[in-house]
């Protein structure tokens, strides 16, 4: 074995033999090194752009001008050029490709994806999805301000009627749950830097939005399959009835006078079915499946998950926005309507005055007023007498 001091020193003479070749010396470089000229590519006569096709041209066609300028290539990959890589396409498909073709998405200018991608996100998504959750949830705050919640003018008359059954109110609160956990950790991802990360410094604001992102990934699974139980479960009463056109012509009684009779569920909770639970779940599950990487046979590029990201968030915003409205109305904005999902039950004077039609199936006997099976204690419920 060879003394390290002596190993050393022929590095340093191979390394000084080497940089000499390549005419970098602290003396002056020759002029001609083995028949390479040099040149200083930033002092061309005339300007390299006064070439004609100078846009077009490829590194051999600029190096004969500007030797050592790679500017072409640099160029292609700009514009979104594939090269070469040895990476199966099967596990890698977008390798050789470093910055994306130029496409142009809804709303965009034609430029590469990446950027068009976040020119959608930043012109459109955030400012307008965001102004549109704000309205709202003000315009909410104003109608509770003003009108104060839905009161049932009927006296309570102490006989309930059950109006969901302890399967229906799992699958709902369950659905709901994940919606909020949902709905929560996505405005904190979209909009949590302008109104969090000031008051809580970037920080604790990183791990928070870390943390929910992860929330968000695993949350998103399970609305998704209770949102298929939910969809199942109200269906058979979602469909168009008698009386519907006559509610929606009336503004569900917003125009003036009394809300005309409805069935169990009135032409705004099935638009919120139909519109809300079935056409927008189906398309955030869907989208938010294609983020999650679990669509079995496809292709996963970065143009696949901008696509999905933007459809996912322009239904996103649109659901919350409804949701936020069934919210309420399902909460502080509608008397008894949350007791009837927290507990089961209404008053026989609430399913009158909002439900009438559904009310008289059940005095009618046509719907049994105790569907579920009661604890062998209590007696069965019969709304016998009229309201
Ligand atoms: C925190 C949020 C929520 C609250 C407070 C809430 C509250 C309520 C209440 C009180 C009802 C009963 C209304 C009635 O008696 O007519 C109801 C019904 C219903 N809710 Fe919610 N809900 C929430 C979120 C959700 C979500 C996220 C979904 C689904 C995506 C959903 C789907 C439904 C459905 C399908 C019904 C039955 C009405 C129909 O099918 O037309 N809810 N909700």
Redesign the pocket.
């Known amino acids: 074995m060879q003394h390290p001091s002596r190993v050393l020193r022929a590095l340093l003479l191979a390394a000084c033999a080497a940089l000499a070749g390549l005419g970098v010396s602290a003396q002056t470089a020759p002029a001609s090194t083995s028949g390479i000229q040099s040149a200083n590519i930033f002092e061309v006569k005339p300007e390299a752009s006064a070439d004609p096709g100078y846009a077009t041209q490829t590194n051999a066609e600029r190096g004969k001008v500007q030797p050592g300028n790679n500017a072409p290539m640099w160029r292609q990959v700009g514009a979104g050029a594939t090269g070469f890589s040895s990476l199966p396409k099967s596990e890698a498909p977008e390798a050789g490709n470093l910055i994306q073709p130029f496409v142009q998405y809804p709303g965009s200018s034609y430029t590469n994806a990446g950027e068009a991608w976040r020119q959608v996100r930043n012109n459109w998504l955030i400012p307008y999805g965001g102004s549109l959750l704000l309205i709202v949830m003000l315009s909410l705050a104003f109608v509770y301000f003003a009108k104060g919640p839905m009161k049932t003018t009927l006296p309570a008359t102490g006989r309930k009627i059950e109006?969901f059954t302890p399967f229906e109110r799992a699958a709902?609160w369950s659905?709901?749950i994940a919606?909020?956990a949902l709905g929560v950790s996505g405005v904190v991802m979209a909009y949590g830097k302008f109104f969090l990360l000031p008051i809580m410094g970037a920080t604790l604001f990183g791990w928070l939005t870390y943390a929910l992102k992860n929330l968000h990934n695993f949350a998103g699974p399970l609305f998704a399959v209770s949102?298929v139980v939910?969809f199942v479960t109200?269906l058979k009463?979602?469909w168009p009835e008698k009386g519907d056109l006559q509610w929606v012509l009336k503004g569900g009684g917003m125009l003036g006078g009394h809300a005309p009779a409805t069935n169990r569920?009135n032409p705004g909770?099935?638009a919120?079915?139909w519109g809300?639970?079935f056409f927008l779940?189906l398309i955030i599950i869907a989208s938010g499946f294609v983020m999650d990487k679990i669509v079995p046979g496809l292709i996963y590029e970065r143009g696949t998950m901008q696509i999905a990201h933007m459809v996912h968030a322009v239904t996103s915003v649109l659901m919350l926005a409804m949701?936020l409205a069934?919210?309420y109305l399902?909460?502080v904005g509608m008397d008894g309507?949350?007791e009837?999902?927290r507990h089961g039950y209404v008053d026989e004077a609430w399913a009158k005055e909002h439900h009438e039609y559904w009310y008289d199936d059940i005095k009618s006997g046509k719907i049994p007023a105790q569907r579920s099976a009661l604890p062998a204690t209590s007696s069965p419920i019969t709304p016998s007498q009229p309201v």
């Open positions: 109006r709902h659905n709901a919606f909020v949102m939910v109200f009463d979602n569920f909770s099935k919120i079915f809300g639970v779940g949701f069934h919210a399902g909460s309507a949350y009837g999902m």
